[in-house]
């Protein structure tokens, strides 16, 4: 899962303070875009789920939440598809 793998490491990078949040706002999308197939080869399922959460309800939100919002929304997300990971949430 090396593709998926690069998606939420990247989101972690962010997380922790190792990327601003211009650069994952810009970042992540491209990086979406040139995993994405491979990434729906890999785990279908987890593939969409990271599109939808860190993307459309992510991403997409950006222009509209401060710094500190867009990060704590980007955090909830990310933590929801470790619990799908972890079998703690369900789909």
């Given at each position: 899962m090396k593709n998926i793998e690069y998606l939420m490491d990247m989101t972690k990078s962010y997380l922790?303070?190792?990327?601003?949040?211009?650069?994952?706002?810009?970042?992540?999308?491209?990086?979406?875009?040139?995993?994405?197939?491979?990434?729906?080869r890999e785990d279908r399922e987890l593939a969409e789920l990271i599109y939808d959460c860190l993307f459309e309800d992510g991403i997409n939100l950006y222009n509209g939440l401060t710094d500190d919002e867009f990060k704590a929304k980007i955090a909830q997300e990310y933590e929801y598809i470790n619990g799908v990971l972890k079998g703690t949430d369900i789909l």
């Open positions: 922790d303070g190792e990327m601003d949040t211009t650069s994952y706002w810009l970042d992540f999308p491209y990086q979406l875009e040139v995993r994405y197939k491979k990434a729906l």
